[in-house]
């Protein structure tokens, strides 16, 4: 497959529960005879919801989609801790939970809002010594990963339900790139000395990308659904107008003389006919190629 004939383009994929991220990959790979796709930010199988594709040139772009803010709509099962963080793990310890009240969740959710230090999970892609921890993890490893630094801007209870001695969270989480969910909802359960786990996980949003606006993977039709890295680039940034020459100049990778407001960067440079022609930085009036995006063979 050397995707000659495949045009580049933005996929937004529903994501569905069983399937990896690199699953997503292989399968549209498949369907648009291409293997130049990539995704921006890993789901774990048990998660659904947003995931985003490039496809060849615009696997460019995807680099400045993973460190953007995300929003998950997830459940908490307090009342067992598991050494995967989530559903998929076993049972480590736990204790009752029916009994914890709203209040109580609350007061402790209070701390895990804001700029935290977190600990990930120990079944994340966080690389050690040259491997996944997961791989590690998953081969029995006992792994204590460092805590970063994130960013929770939102940790919104939406509602509870007791089952049998859980207590079953539903929340809204607003965060950083590199937020783990999973970490919340042991860090939550420790907190309440009672444990917990994930069991739900759903990412509803990257930047200002929704997964309102993404396709099923069973329903997707590559060349219907493949949006133009113009315009997935225009609701990231700033964008500045080529005319032919500046165009003609940015694809050799000159810099350029602009005039405008604009400052900064990255900002988007769209030729004449509505391209991406790449991605610059604004200083003083002159802009500076940071990316460019070649055209398709077929253009």
């Keep these: 497959m050397t995707g000659a004939g495949t045009r580049s383009g933005i996929l937004l994929i529903d994501k569905p529960q069983g399937l990896t991220s690199h699953d997503v990959v292989a399968r549209t790979r498949k369907s648009a005879g291409t293997r130049r796709v990539g995704h921006a930010g890993t789901l774990d199988p048990m998660a659904t919801g947003l995931l985003v594709l490039g496809i060849n040139s615009s696997t460019r772009l995807l680099t400045w989609v993973v460190g953007l803010d995300k929003e998950y709509f997830a459940t908490i099962r307090l009342g067992a801790a598991t050494n995967t963080d989530d559903a998929e793990g076993e049972v480590i310890s736990g204790a009752p939970a029916a009994d914890i009240t709203l209040a109580e969740v609350e007061l402790a959710m209070v701390p895990m809002r804001g700029a935290v230090q977190q600990r990930p999970s120990s079944v994340s892609a966080i690389k050690v010594g040259g491997k996944r921890a997961y791989t ?97 680039a225009m609701k990231l940034f700033a964008h500045y107008e080529l005319d032919d020459s ?52 077929t253009e």
């Design 136 to 232: 590690l993890a998953r081969a029995g490893e006992q792994l204590e990963l460092a805590a970063r630094r994130v960013t929770i801007s939102a940790l919104q209870l939406l509602g509870s339900e007791v089952v049998g001695g859980f207590l079953d969270l539903e929340v809204r989480v607003e965060c950083s790139s590199g937020t783990y969910v999973r970490a919340i909802a042991r860090d939550l359960g420790a907190a309440l000395g009672v444990g917990g786990h994930l069991t739900v996980l759903r990412r509803t949003r990257i930047g200002p990308i929704e997964v309102a606006d993404a396709v099923g993977l069973d329903d997707l039709d590559v060349a219907s659904s493949m949006l133009a890295p113009a315009y997935i």
């Design 246 to 297: 500046e165009a003609t100049d940015l694809a050799h990778g000159k810099r350029l003389q602009v005039t405008g407001q604009i400052d900064g960067g990255p900002v988007a440079a769209i030729e004449p006919d509505g391209r991406l022609a790449g991605l610059v930085e604004i200083a003083s009036g002159v802009a500076r190629p940071l990316v460019n995006f070649p055209k398709d063979p």
